[in-house]
Nanobody
Framework: VQLQASGGGLVQAGGSLRLSCAASGRTFSNYGMGWFRQAPGKEREFVAGINWSGGLTYYADFVKGRFIISRDNAKNTVYLQMNSLKPEDTAVYYC???????????????WGQGTQVTSPA
């Protein structure tokens, strides 16, 4: 499966941004999906995941209550709605696909290119 992330940009702290990740090549609805991020000088970290149906979602503690992951299987797209952005959210955000369908943070097989999110203080 091929993944194409988009929607990154510059937004002031406290603002909102929505990332999208379009999938192609395989049956999207079979895959769990997730978002990861990597800030300069830091390791990549899990942000959020969603199972194949959208019925289960998972979040890192540092985004709970601020970010929402969702998917539209008819459009082969997964989204990450980011609210109340903080400077520490600045990073390159990556989407990923999990062929098991679970979308938990330990089971991703395919990766898209990143999209930069910058939220200055």
């Amino acid at each position: 499966v091929q993944l194409q992330a988009s929607g990154g940009g510059l937004v002031q702290a406290g603002g909102s941004l929505r990332l999208s990740c379009a999938a192609s090549g395989r049956t999207f609805s079979n895959y769990g999906m997730g978002w990861f991020r990597q800030a300069p000088g830091k390791e990549r970290e899990f942000v959020a995941g969603i199972n194949w149906s959208g019925g289960l979602t998972y979040y890192a503690d540092f985004v709970k209550g601020r970010f929402i992951i969702s998917r539209d299987n008819a459009k082969n797209t997964v989204y990450l709605q980011m609210n109340s952005l903080k400077p520490e959210d600045t990073a390159v955000y990556y989407c990923a696909a999990d062929r098991t369908g679970r979308g938990t943070k330990v089971s991703f097989d395919y990766w898209g290119q990143g999209t930069q999110v910058t939220s200055p203080a």
